[in-house]
């Protein structure tokens, strides 16, 4: 199921995983997933017509990217909140450790980096 490698990069010893090759051996079972693939397929038209009818899409995507950044960090342990990250975005002193909104604010730099490299 995947092995380690082990080199040498500008005079540092580093290791990497390196997984199985695909298709895997035995091949995946993905019979149980039908019904979340379609319940995924619905919910991803449902958010298409919703763009379809706003006036502008970059305000959806304003909230959308930093709520996603906000439950991304606290995972990670952040205390920050969406109104924390808001105040900090507008120069004001946030409710929580200015280090915990700072995260949060990579996470939004991160999210944005990606989606322009996506675009």
Same mark, same amino acid.
């Given at each position: 199921?995947?092995?380690?490698?082990?080199?040498?990069?500008?005079?540092?010893?580093?290791?990497?995983?390196?997984?199985?090759?695909?298709?895997?051996?035995?091949?995946?079972?993905?019979?149980?997933? &039908?019904?979340?693939?379609? &319940?995924?397929? &619905?919910?991803?038209?449902?958010?298409?017509?919703?763009?379809?009818?706003?006036?502008?899409?970059?305000?959806?995507? /304003?909230?959308?990217?930093?709520?996603?950044?906000?439950?991304? %960090? &606290?995972?990670?342990?952040?205390? %920050? %909140?969406?109104?924390?990250?808001?105040?900090?975005?507008?120069?004001?002193?946030?409710?929580?450790?200015?280090?915990?909104?700072?995260?949060?604010?990579? /996470?939004?730099?991160?999210?944005? /980096?990606?989606?322009?490299?996506?675009?």
């Amino acid at each position: 199921m995947g092995k380690f490698s082990v080199s040498v990069f500008d005079g540092e010893t580093v290791r990497a995983f390196l997984p199985p090759r695909l298709p895997p051996v035995p091949p995946l079972q993905l019979a149980g997933l &039908q019904l979340v693939l379609e &319940q995924a397929n &619905q919910a991803l038209g449902r958010l298409d017509g919703i763009a379809s009818v706003i006036p502008d899409l970059s305000l959806f995507l /304003y909230a959308y990217v930093r709520k996603e950044a906000v439950l991304s %960090s &606290q995972i990670e342990g952040t205390q %920050s %909140s969406l109104s924390d990250l808001l105040l900090f975005e507008n120069e004001a002193a946030p409710g929580v450790p200015l280090e915990d909104v700072q995260e949060v604010s990579n /996470y939004v730099a991160a999210l944005n /980096y990606g989606m322009e490299h996506i675009r």
